[in-house]
């Protein structure tokens, strides 16, 4: 049987030390680079830390896979055996210009079902921390199950790109959400904003373009609690390819599905 415990105590352990690694690069200076695009940054930092966890976990647990965002861990085409699926800074452009408001995010799978789920907001050295059947905690705290929210009275977590013009998504079709909605916020850390959609600091999440690191840890984190993850045409994730995100408690998410997004039939 898969120690799961042995797993999530290196885990944690070294997601504190990476963490204190990040905190020590503010005094210096960073390489930031671009990848896709001219705000697509990265920095030596993010690629430093995903090496980190990668030597780490390899050192220790050498059969299993690694799939990170800044691509050097394995080349993972499955979910067979055990998959950590990292992104070791969510939210670089923040880390760039905030030193605040990114997380490390760690997700593990086992045959595809997910374990274990940690979100570290290493500024304010706050652990959104769940091993599947055993409860999600912040730091020492456990989070209650996810309480259920009509629209009128919900925070949605939603970036304003989406409702200007895009290719993805016809934003005429989130005009009425947003307008129904109590307020809308952005925190640029897909992560962050899905353990804020656990812990009821905003009623849900939703997003046009995802990949699997921005949001394995936030979904182990989130269906231990109860609420409800798919994509925006309410379909399962696909958790090698990533795609349209939507977090939100129950019933937020089928008043949603059902009066805004067509039961995703758009
Ligand atoms: P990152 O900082 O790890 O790149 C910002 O709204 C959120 O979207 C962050 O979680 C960010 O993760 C993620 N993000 C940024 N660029 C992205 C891209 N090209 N594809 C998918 N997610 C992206
Ligand atoms: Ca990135
Ligand atoms: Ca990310
Ligand atoms: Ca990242």
């Known amino acids: 049987m898969t120690d799961l415990k042995k797993i999530d105590t290196y885990a944690k352990k070294w997601i504190k030390e990476a963490s204190d690694r990040i905190k020590d690069s503010f005094s210096k200076e960073l390489t930031i680079q671009t990848k896709s695009h001219a705000n697509d940054l990265v920095t030596d930092i993010d690629q430093a830390t995903e090496r980190f966890f990668i030597e780490k976990i390899n050192s220790v647990f050498p059969d299993h896979r690694i799939l990170g965002e800044e691509g050097f861990g394995d080349d993972v085409q499955s979910l067979e055996g055990i998959v950590w699926i990292i992104d070791p800074i969510d939210g670089t452009m923040n880390f760039v210009h905030q030193q605040r408001n990114f997380a490390i995010s760690i997700g593990i799978f086992e045959d595809g079902v997910g374990k274990i789920g940690l979100i570290y907001d290493v500024v304010h050295d706050e652990l959104y921390h769940a091993i599947s059947g055993e409860g999600a905690y912040l730091n020492d705290l456990k989070i209650p199950q ?121």
């Open 146 to 266: 996810m309480r259920k929210t009509k629209l009128a009275e919900s925070i949605l977590g939603l970036n304003a790109t989406w409702v200007t013009e895009n290719r993805r998504i016809d934003s005429s079709l989130l005009t009425p959400l947003v307008k129904k909605s109590r307020g809308t916020r952005s925190y640029g850390s897909a992560a962050l904003e899905i353990v804020y959609v656990a812990t009821g600091r905003i009623d849900a999440y939703l997003t046009l373009r995802l990949a699997p690191w921005d949001f394995a840890a936030g979904l182990i984190i989130i269906e231990e609690l109860g609420g409800r993850a798919t994509n925006l045409r309410g379909e399962k994730l696909n958790m090698l390819e990533g795609g349209s995100v939507f977090f939100a408690n129950e019933e937020l998410h089928d008043e949603i599905m059902k009066d805004y997004l067509h039961n995703g039939k758009w």
